[in-house]
C-alpha cells in the first residue's frame, strides 16, 4: 500500500511502475528516493539514528552565552529529529555535559 501524498496528504495514493502519484494533485515521487532523501548523515557521510554517540569536529559558538562547545567534545545518546521539526539545518537534538540541551547541525559531527 503507498503512502500518502507528501504534498496534500491524500490517502488514495498509487503505483504507477516506479513512482507513487496522487490523484488529487498530480504529484508523483519515488518513495526509496524519498526515504534516502530524509536519511540525517555526519560530516563524513555516515547515517545517524537516535542513541548514537558524535564527536563535534570544529569548535560551535553557542549563541546568546559566551560559551564555546570545543573540538572534540563528545556527545553520546543524541535524537535525530524529523524533518518537520528541522530549524536552520540543526537536525540532532542532544545533551551537552556542562552546557545542557541544544540542538547541532549534523554536518559539525562525526558518528564514533
Known sequence: MPSACPK????YTYLD???TVCP???????EAQA????????SNGNPLQ???SVTVIRDLKIKGSSSV????TKVKNIRVLDPEYVVDG??????IDGLGA????????KKN
Request: proline content about 0%; charged content about 35%.
Open 8 to 11: 496534500c496528504q491524500c490517502e
Open 69 to 72: 562547545v570545543k573540538v572534540g
Open 50 to 52: 537516535s542513541g548514537d
Open 90 to 95: 540543526h537536525d540532532i537534538d542532544c545533551k
Open 17 to 19: 511502475r516506479d513512482n
Open 24 to 30: 488529487e494533485c498530480g504529484h508523483e515521487w519515488n
Open 35 to 42: 526515504a534516502e532523501a530524509n536519511t540525517v548523515r555526519c
Open 102 to 109: 541544544m540542538k547541532l547541525k549534523s554536518s559539525v559531527v
